[in-house]
């Protein structure tokens, strides 16, 4: 822990100067609260469930380092929609089918992993592969 450059000043160039982690010399966070505006675009009848995208723990940007490790590509080989139980439960969709999301902007065949991670009414998608590249749906 600690700051390698301010640690290793000699002793006389550090008298008197303290490092701020955060913008206060108390040490507390500056945070500015804003106000929530909702989503860009809100779910409505013809297309009932939030998009998120993101990352997996296994896999950074568009796998142009970490597609060449052959132990993450083990653990994370492709794409996949999660959905939720209930979800899932009245599409008929079960765990690994072979599913479609459609949004405004496009469509993607995918597996559906079931799991309760996303909440209801949300699938979300991670986007590190080209393949199944998650931001041709997104605005």
């Not at 500015?32 to 296994?58: C, F, I, M, N, Q």
């Not at 492709?78 to 469509?107: F, H, M, S, W």
Request: cysteine-free; glycine content about 8%.
């Amino acid at each position: 822990k600690g700051d390698p450059l301010f640690d290793n000043l000699p002793a006389e160039k550090k008298a008197g100067r303290r490092m701020y982690f955060y913008g206060k010399p108390d040490g507390k966070a500056i945070v500015w609260a804003r106000p929530d505006k909702g989503p860009e675009e809100p779910t409505d009848s013809e297309y009932p469930y939030a998009l998120s995208t993101g990352r997996v723990l296994e896999h950074w940007h568009t796998m142009t380092m970490t597609g060449t490790v052959a132990e993450l590509n083990r653990a994370v080989p492709k794409a996949y929609a999660e959905i939720n139980p209930a979800d899932a439960k009245q599409l008929g969709i079960a765990d690994k089918d072979q599913v479609v999301v459609e949004t405004r902007r496009g469509k993607l065949n995918i597996e559906a992993r079931v799991i309760d991670r996303p909440i209801p009414g949300t699938v979300f998608i991670p986007w590190h592969w080209a393949e199944w590249m998650a931001n041709v749906l997104t605005i």
